[in-house]
T-cell receptor, first 114, second 117 residues
Framework: DAGVIQSPRHEVTEMGQEVTLRCKPI?????LFWYRQTMMRGLELLIY????????DSGMPEDRFSAKMPNASFSTLKIQPSEPRDSAVYFC????????????FGQGTRLTVV | AQSVAQPEDQVNVAEGNPLTVKCTYS??????LFWYVQYPNRGLQFLLK??????LVKGSYGFEAEFNKSQTSFHLKKPSALVSDSALYFC???????????????FGSGTRLSIRP
């Protein structure tokens, strides 16, 4: 397996534009997590899914953020409209759901909003 | 609510010396604890985990961690540090099945480990 795949690796956009980040989890994993990493706030859990269903989105900062998982092999995180303070590295991770298993991370998407 | 704390933002160690990166946790019941490492411009990589059993857990790259239930700690250790160990280290906790937040994975704030030659 190629691991968790995120695209794009880098995204530069103007304030007010819509941004869509993409993630393909490891095949067979039934949990998918979206995290945001910044210097100020560290690694924050935004939302996670189990079997394509959102379980906890309490970490999503505002209504401008939305996430979907239409099938077991694809998830998106959308920001509309984007703001400069959304600039961060966004990570997707997947795991099995037995609790005692580790999560596997993608390489991340570095988002810059100017 | 489950949480982990990493009290040190940075740890500096000379190459060849032992290193310790600290982590304490606060969870309901028996926790599942993890350590991850992040190199520059990379995603997090799994190092080791404690689920149950022996309190001393061995992982990748010669790292080990000691689970201490009475002190609610899970410190990462290595007997002899290498310059290549320099990176950002994260402690994480995951509730076992049966809890309302089961399978959520929460990370600490991270500790930057710097090994000088």
């Amino acid at each position: 397996d190629a691991g968790v795949i995120q695209s794009p690796r880098h995204e530069v956009t103007e304030m007010g534009q819509e941004v869509t980040l993409r993630c393909k989890p490891i095949s067979g994993h039934d949990y998918l997590f979206w995290y945001r990493q910044t210097m100020m706030r560290g690694l924050e859990l935004l939302i996670y899914f189990n079997n394509n269903v959102p379980i906890d989105d309490s970490g999503m900062p505002e209504d401008r953020f939305s996430a979907k998982m239409p099938n077991a092999s694809f998830s998106t995180l959308k920001i509309q409209p984007s703001e400069p303070r959304d600039s961060a590295v966004y990570f997707c991770a997947s795991s099995t759901g037995t609790g005692n298993t580790e999560a596997f991370f993608g390489q991340g998407t570095r988002l810059t909003v100017v | 609510a489950q949480s982990v704390a990493q009290p040190e933002d940075q740890v500096n160690v000379a190459e060849g010396n032992p290193l310790t990166v600290k982590c304490t946790y606060s969870v309901s019941g028996n926790p599942y604890l993890f350590w991850y490492v992040q190199y520059p411009n990379r995603g997090l990589q799994f190092l080791l985990k404690y689920i149950t059993g022996d309190n001393l857990v061995k992982g990748s790259y010669g790292f080990e961690a000691e689970f201490n239930k009475s002190q609610t700690s899970f410190h990462l250790k290595k007997p002899s540090a290498l310059v290549s160990d320099s990176a950002l280290y994260f402690c994480a906790v995951r509730d076992p099945p049966g809890y309302s937040s089961a399978s959520k994975i929460i990370f600490g704030s991270g500790t930057r480990l710097s090994i000088r030659p």
